[in-house]
């Protein structure tokens, strides 16, 4: 068990910043933000930032692991229009992540085998 949980902080510190290899001095890099799926819920549950890419990485800590995770816009008619593709986990993998970049407004992740779950993620101009 000790060595699941290196893994996870080398995971982790390697998805701190991830170098887009356009500069040798590692100066460019693209942001994220680490959603983690547990018995207490998700966290955090409310996601804001600046317009611009940045990746998604999600965790799922529960038992079964296996999840869908979709993104909706939550602007108007848009509501039940998808923002990005599906992610997903499952037994064999128990993380995903997705480059996302995201107009300027508001979106939901939702997990499909946990409807009362949910993050609201806002993106400002």
Do not use: C
């Amino acid at each position: 068990m000790k060595r699941t949980g290196v893994v996870w902080l080398a995971a982790l510190a390697a998805f701190s910043t991830i170098s887009t290899g356009l500069g040798a001095s590692g100066k460019d890099t693209v942001p994220n933000r680490v959603l983690v799926l547990d018995q207490q819920g998700i966290h955090p549950d409310t996601i804001t930032r600046p317009q611009g890419g940045f990746v998604l990485l999600i965790l799922n800590r529960l038992v079964n692991r296996a999840e869908t995770f979709a993104l909706a816009s939550t602007r108007g008619s848009e509501g039940a229009a998808s923002a990005a593709a599906p992610m997903t986990t499952d037994a064999e993998h128990d993380y995903t992540y997705q480059y996302l970049d995201l107009a300027p407004g508001g979106y939901q992740l939702n997990l499909k085998n946990h409807p009362q779950l949910s993050v609201s993620i806002t993106i400002t101009p």
